[in-house]
Nanobody, 129 residues
Framework: QVQLVESGGGLVQAGGSLRLSCAAS????????MGWFRQAPGKEREFVAA????????LYEESVKGRFTMSRDNAESAVYLQMNSLKPEDTAVYYC??????????????????????WGQGTQVTVSS
């Protein structure tokens, strides 16, 4: 059983930065795609970013490009989301997720929740104006 635990959320002013972390345990995810999603109040959960198993390729939702950077440290079984120039519209619960399959290339399909099989409980990010 995979456990994903997010941390690093909090309250920040617009223009500020936060770094989210996701620690995985229970199973190696070294060779699996990892993703970040978010859900704002009253809205559906949406894709934010994904990273390939090797860390060589990333995918970002259009509104976060140039502001957010996803990375991974397979030795530490962790992925990160560095969020800069935060905006009030970034306010949401942020979720880490992983694909149970291995050695898959990332593509536009990774925008879909269906590509991910294990999810964390989420961490709240609130950006004040």
């Amino acid at each position: 059983q995979v456990q994903l635990v997010e941390s690093g959320g909090g309250l920040v002013q617009a223009g500020g930065s936060l770094r989210l972390s996701c620690a995985a345990s229970g199973r190696s995810f070294t060779f699996s795609t990892m993703g970040w999603f978010r859900q704002a109040p009253g809205k559906e959960r949406e894709f934010v970013a994904a990273i390939s198993w090797s860390g060589d390729n990333t995918l970002y939702e259009e509104s976060v490009k140039g502001r957010f950077t996803m990375s991974r440290d397979n030795a530490e079984s962790a992925v990160y989301l560095q969020m800069n120039s935060l905006k009030p519209e970034d306010t949401a619960v942020y979720y880490c997720a992983t694909d149970r399959r291995i050695f898959r290339s990332i593509s536009d399909s990774n925008y879909s929740e269906k590509e991910y099989h294990y999810w964390g409980q989420g961490t709240q990010v609130t950006v004040s104006s």
